[in-house]
């Protein structure tokens, strides 16, 4: 072997070497953050309790200025509820909210009704003192709880507030709303530092949501199987998954993925068969629109993991009834006559 | 039996491993490698410059394409449907016809070493060639791509997978064509038929026709999504199956160990004539 081999192997294998160490750097540590802003996700996840099975993210501020929104918003009629929603509480979903985090805490045995952990923590610009007169108008009381003030709902026919909506002022520009008994898990696991991102399970899954993701959601599934009810022989029918990861990106289209981590490497082949068979009983449709659909998805995944990626252009959205690229109104002729009169 | 004195069959190998990979390193069919590899490389580093003075590089339809699906992209594209069969279909065809043409077999032959060793050098030399050219061409890809909406820790699995994969799949491609070199005529020409003809219309079929081909077993390694770029890939994504891990890895060593096996038994048995 010469020299001049010698030395261009040493090259490669260095060069080879370096991007390992660094991937491998990024993997352990979570480093590069300037290069991978996904991978701690959003700082208001102090404000999510760390028992929480779902945790969800959406960029509304992105989503609303997307172009399919834009599209969308042309098509759609008016939305009077928004309107009346933005006369009330002065808050302007369209402009006000940057962001939203949710989660969902397991909900016991006693389940939701019981229950009720859903929380939503939104960044963005709001009244406070119009939202706290709009709660005293409505029978609401205004609390302090640990420092940060409260707004609860009026309570129930028992006499209990727990289960009302009630809304903090967490920080300026960031409220929180849920049930009573959610929101100060909320405050309690921000100030006690025992937030989900303590929770090394459901944090891995949210760093492994790629970037350029504007909406996702990650967390248990058994959480959500046992909260749907199912009957007992589709219960029984679906494959043993562990975790989910769904995450998407609203522009001109919409592409993501769904992630499924199931208990063992058989149920993962058993889910990746069932997916399968879905998509080729979806091929077999003479509908354009639905082949064009399902021409966009794509399962993959290894061992336990099953991924079905999606990827829906711009251009099977303008085969939807009613979307088009130049956002004017375009209803088919089969709609009802209530609704062309509507046009 | 063989001479006491002469060296054992491993070391045979690595003596003619030694000899070869710089011959076969600096050798003109280097600058075609250079090319197919350097291709996905310059693209990288245009996407990434390109990105970088704000150009709409990663919309797609109206989408945003993050770093990740890209990466992905050019594996599937560029290394496992072009480079990895491409560049073993070149040198293993030409480990032993190589030396049939310039009429240098003989001076091997004639070593007091077994002549099978003389191909598993040879081997070994088109593996260390191909693997330092190419490996270090994909992690170049990974640096510049990935981090662009993406992270170089979520993907770094993914990357190690990749590596793991295109080493298999040289290592396969360069072992069934070392066979077709030894015992066919035109072993470049039969080469090229077996990659761009047999596997693609293989695989476009549903059946089993699709397991006696190398890409089957090598295409369920890849952690990325198949993309259905091309009407082809489009009807082989339509009746994709994916061979599970453990039965794919013992397919490929099945291959690869009986291929290179066939390749050393037919370069002991057959007596090549040098055309004067």
């Known amino acids: 072997m010469t020299t001049r081999t010698r030395y261009f192997m040493a090259v490669s294998a260095g060069i080879v070497v370096v991007g390992l160490g660094s991937g491998l750097v990024a993997y352990y540590g979570g480093g590069f953050p300037s290069l991978s802003a996904s991978r701690s996700g959003p700082t208001e996840l102090s404000y999510v309790p760390a028992d929480s099975a779902v945790v969800a993210f959406a960029n509304v501020r992105e989503v609303m200025d997307s172009e399919l929104r834009q599209r969308l918003k042309a098509v759609l009629p008016q939305e009077r509820g928004q309107q009346e929603f933005q006369e009330q509480t002065g808050i302007d979903i369209e402009h006000d909210i940057d962001y939203v985090v949710a989660a969902m805490t397991t909900p016991g045995a006693g389940g939701l009704q019981q229950n009720p952990n859903g929380l939503v923590v939104a960044r963005g610009r709001f009244n406070t003192t119009q939202l706290e007169t709009l709660a005293r108008d409505h029978g609401g009381v205004v609390e302090e709880y640990k420092g940060k003030r409260l707004v609860k709902g009026p309570a129930g026919n028992d006499g209990n507030t727990n289960h009302s909506v009630a809304l903090a002022f967490l920080e300026p520009g960031l409220v929180a709303i849920g049930s009573e008994i959610a929101i100060k898990s909320s405050i309690d696991a921000q100030l006690s530092a025992h937030s989900i991102s303590a929770n090394n399970d459901i944090m891995e899954l949210i760093a492994d949501i790629d970037a350029g993701n504007n909406a996702w959601a990650v967390g248990r599934f058994d959480a959500i199987a046992s909260q749907a009810h199912l009957p007992a022989e589709v219960a029984s029918k679906i494959p043993a998954i562990k975790t989910f990861a769904i995450m998407t990106h609203i522009d001109g289209g919409i592409s993501g993925r769904l992630r499924a981590e199931t208990r063992d490497d058989q149920s993962a082949e058993n889910l990746r068969q069932v997916v399968q068979g879905l998509l080729a009983l979806g091929r077999m449709q003479n509908d354009p629109k639905a082949t064009a659909l399902v021409n966009s998805l794509q399962l993959s995944g290894s061992g336990r993991t099953v991924a079905l990626s999606f990827a829906v252009p711009s251009e099977v959205l303008e085969m939807i009834p009613g979307i088009k690229k130049d956002g004017l109104q375009h209803l088919p002729e089969v709609l009802p006559k209530e609704l062309h009169e509507r046009k | ?276």
Request: proline share 6%; net charge positive; with cysteine.
């Open chain 2, 1 to 276: 039996m063989a001479d006491p004195k002469s060296p054992g069959y491993v070391s045979s190998a690595m003596r003619v491993f030694d000899l070869s990979v710089s011959e076969m390193l600096w050798s003109r069919r280097t600058i075609f490698m250079a090319l197919v590899v350097g291709a996905p490389v310059l693209i990288s580093m245009f996407l990434r410059l390109l990105d970088a003075l704000g150009a709409p590089v990663f919309r797609v339809n109206g989408m945003q394409m993050a770093g990740p699906a890209i990466f992905g992209l050019m594996i599937w594209v560029f290394y496992l449907r072009f480079t990895i069969p491409v560049l073993g279909v070149f040198y293993g065809t030409s480990l032993i016809a190589d030396e049939v043409e310039d009429k240098t077999i003989t001076y091997l032959f004639t070593r007091p070493i077994p002549k099978g060793a003389v191909l598993l050098g040879k081997y070994l030399a088109y593996m260390a060639c191909t693997v330092f050219v190419v490996l270090p061409s994909v992690v170049i890809v990974y640096l510049c791509i990935v981090p662009m909406r993406g992270s170089l820790g979520g993907s770094f699995i993914d990357l190690v997978k990749d590596l793991f994969l295109l080493a298999i799949g040289l290592a396969v491609y360069g072992a069934v064509f070392a066979v077709i070199g030894a015992r066919f005529k035109r072993p470049l020409l039969v080469g090229l038929i077996f990659i761009f003809g047999w596997e693609q219309m293989a695989l476009a079929f549903p059946g089993y026709l699709k397991k006696f081909t190398v890409a089957y077993y090598l295409q369920a390694l890849v952690p990325h999504a198949m993309p259905n770029d091309t009407v082809v890939s489009l009807i082989q994504g339509i009746f994709h199956e994916n061979p599970s891990l453990p039965e794919a890895l013992f397919w490929l060593s099945a291959i690869l160990l009986s291929f290179l096996w066939f390749a050393a038994v037919s370069v002991e048995r057959k007596e090549y004539v040098l055309e004067q």
